[in-house]
């Protein structure tokens, strides 16, 4: 790559430059780069070494956490829970209710997750994630319409957060996949599900890329939250019987959850890091 010496006037000297670079009349000729190369080289090491720490750090914490506060919490709340939506509810009924919860709760700004381990608890993996998904798919799609109609109110709401306006702003930027994509990358990095909801509206978004990406930037979530309702209703089977998982059970819960958390937390690292080259990008174009 080739510099004109009156346009690096000041920067590179042409007279004490000593392997830096070689002069050729009217040009300079730049070094080869090693030094970014061998810095972006380290961030990244540095990057794997953090995940790495964290895969330790929540390791020893499940293991207390599960050993002693577990049982108590277990035979306290989740047993109980079982037993009163066995003795009222019917299973369609409940997946009715489930269903409901999960597709309403968002517009109203309330959490729908304790909903979402009820569904993994009960239906499992194959129809917990079919209830959820088109359960969350509604609870996506109505605040965005209902959003529509206080467009403007939540515009003013953003200005008061310009830094956080920006970043929900490159969802409506761009093309159908660019959009999709920046969708996907909200949705994965800690940006407030419940907010997004209805922030999205306020940018020039189109309704297919904001589902379709929304769907598939909280697959992982869904996942996440079925397994581990999975693991509550085994531990709270165990108790109920008077007896408690074996030693490889437990063993086998704690590894995956602490996999399945350090698989969360680098997918969120890597879209906040995405979502800020996709910032500087769009500010530099």
Known sequence: MTYRAQDVEGIVDLETKSGAGEVNG???????????????KCSSLWWWVR????CVLLCAAAVPLVIFAGPLIIKK???????????TFSTSVLGLLLFSCIALFPSMLLPSSPCMWIAGMTFGYGYGFLLIISASSVG??????????FRDNIHRWLEKWPKKAAIVRLAG?????????????????????????????????KYGPYISGSLIGTIHEIFITIYSGRVLRSLADATNTGGFLSVQQVLYDII??????????????????????????DELS
């Not at 040009?27 to 972006?40: A, H, I, K, M, N």
């Not at 996506?140 to 109609?149: A, D, N, T």
């Not at 940006?191 to 209805?198: A, D, Q, T």
């Not at 969120?268 to 990008?281: C, D, F, G, P, R």
Request: with cysteine; net charge negative.
């Open 26 to 40: 009217d040009y300079v000729r730049l070094g080869d780069g090693e030094p970014q190369c061998c810095s972006t």
């Open 256 to 281: 995956g959850f602490c996999i399945a958390a350090a698989a969360t937390a680098a997918i969120t690292i890597y879209a906040k890091s995405t979502l800020q080259n996709l910032q500087v990008e």
């Open 77 to 87: 709340v989740v047993v109980p829970i079982l037993d009163w939506e066995r003795a």
């Open 173 to 205: 930027e761009g093309d159908w996949f660019h959009q999709f994509r920046a969708v996907i990358l909200l949705r994965i990095s800690p940006f407030p599900y419940l907010i997004f909801n209805y922030a999205a509206v306020a940018t020039n978004v």
């Open 140 to 149: 996506m799609s109505l605040p965005f319409f209902v959003g529509s109609f």
């Open 51 to 54: 995940v790495a720490l964290l």
